[in-house]
């Protein structure tokens, strides 16, 4: 599905070279080399914030392409410390302009009515959106013929800021210029129950030798 730009109230505020910008001539199919690559991106963002992961975490941390082989526009590095049935926390990384994509978290079942969740920025600054009015003039750098966005209220997050998100509710977000720090709280985490737009998307990664 694309999205029916012309009528939909808010101006993209970059195009692909601004997406590319900085890693431009990288690898970006997912392999083993290129998660060893992102990974140690990832690792240098939790030390620049000050975050400390016992080796085992470091060992765990997630790189999610989300199955579109483009890791450094579409894709989230994450490492989860606990997962029971009643909380979850985890960090997320997202590198420059990298953008999780639009999701939301649904009802499980007869007893688990979705994922509330709550992110706070740690480091750099993050741009939300959510439904609601949309934003024009949105801070996010994504390409206007990118399937899969259908949400546009923008909410900005800055280095202590943060945010609560309600179960089903639509989002989708992306570090800005200097990529971004995010520590998530949340309900119990079914990550491969997230529905997605863009129906493209496979949620857990897939990295090939």
Same mark, same amino acid.
């Given at each position: ?5 012309v009528?939909?109230?808010? #101006?993209?505020?970059? !195009? ?15 392999? %083993?080399?290129?998660?060893?690559e ?10 620049? *914030? ?5 080796p ?16 450094y ?12 049935? %009643? ?21 499980? !079942? ?7 969740e709550?992110?706070?920025? %740690? #480091? ?31 909410i ?23 990529? *971004? ?29």
């Open positions: 599905m694309r999205l029916p730009f009528s939909s109230g808010f #101006k993209w505020a970059g !195009g692909r070279k601004k997406l590319k910008q900085g890693f431009a001539g990288k690898e970006r199919d997912m392999n %083993r080399k290129v998660y060893q992102v990974k140690e991106e990832a690792l240098k963002y939790f030390k620049e *914030a000050n975050i400390v992961l016992t085992d975490e470091e060992e765990q941390i997630e790189v999610a392409d989300f199955g579109l082989n483009d890791i526009t579409i894709g989230l590095e994450s490492v989860v410390y606990v997962n029971t049935d %009643r909380c979850c926390a985890k960090e997320m990384v997202l590198l420059p302009h990298q953008t999780c994509p639009e999701h939301l978290h649904p009802s499980v !079942g007869e007893n688990y009515e979705g994922k509330e709550t992110f706070r920025c %740690r #480091k750099g600054e993050v741009y939300l959106y959510v439904e609601g009015d949309a934003t024009e003039d949105i801070k996010a750098k994504i390409l206007p013929d990118q399937p899969g966005f259908t949400v546009f209220h923008e900005c997050l800055k280095e202590g800021e943060q945010y609560t998100l309600y179960p089903n509710t639509r989002h989708w977000f992306q570090a800005g210029e200097k990529g *971004a720090v995010i520590s998530e709280f949340s309900t119990h985490c079914y990550d491969e129950y997230d529905v997605f737009t863009d129906g493209r998307i496979k949620r857990m990664p897939e990295i090939e030798e």
